[in-house]
């Protein structure tokens, strides 16, 4: 089952369900293989397709939030390219901990999500303008 967000639309859920699957590989090698236990408590619609800690699904959850609110809407370019720096600084460690491990188990396991992920981070950054509407803003209207 792919972990799909409710919340999220387009290329900004695409961007969710690669997120999802790096941090469920790091939470499988890292919480999971030592004993840590399932987050059991009340899930969002993704949990369930994912084996996550209480931290991961945590730390999952912010990136969906961050990814609703990111200004620059379906155009948005990879976080590590992105002018705005809309992480705050634990969950951003935590965030480039998961990518530097998993990012290159990605291609063994996900190859398509993880080529169009560093396709992605090798486009130049759209500038902001009033065009580009936050997902947030477009569930609204």
């Keep these: 089952m792919k972990p799909n967000s409710t919340v999220l639309l387009g290329s900004l859920n ?3 369900v690669t997120v ?13 293989a030592k004993g840590a236990d399932k987050n059991t ?12 800690c209480a931290e991961c699904s945590e ?9 609703d609110r990111c200004p620059y809407g379906e155009q948005k370019p990879a976080c590590n390219t992105c002018p705005i720096h809309c992480y705050k600084p634990e969950p951003k ?4 901990q998961v990518m530097r491990y ?6 063994l396991q996900h190859p398509l999500l993880a080529f ?3 396709w992605l981070e090798k486009q130049a950054v759209p500038e902001l303008n009033k ?11």
């Design 14 to 16: 695409t961007e969710f």
């Design 20 to 32: 999802a699957y790096m941090v469920e590989r790091y939470c499988k090698d890292h919480h999971l």
């Design 41 to 52: 408590q009340a899930e969002p619609q993704w949990q369930s397709a994912l084996n996550l």
């Design 59 to 67: 730390l999952l959850a912010y990136a969906e939030t961050r990814l």
């Design 93 to 96: 460690d935590q965030m480039r």
């Design 102 to 107: 998993s990012g290159p188990r990605m291609l």
């Design 116 to 118: 169009r992920h560093l």
């Design 131 to 141: 065009q580009m509407i936050p997902n947030r803003k477009k569930r609204k209207m």
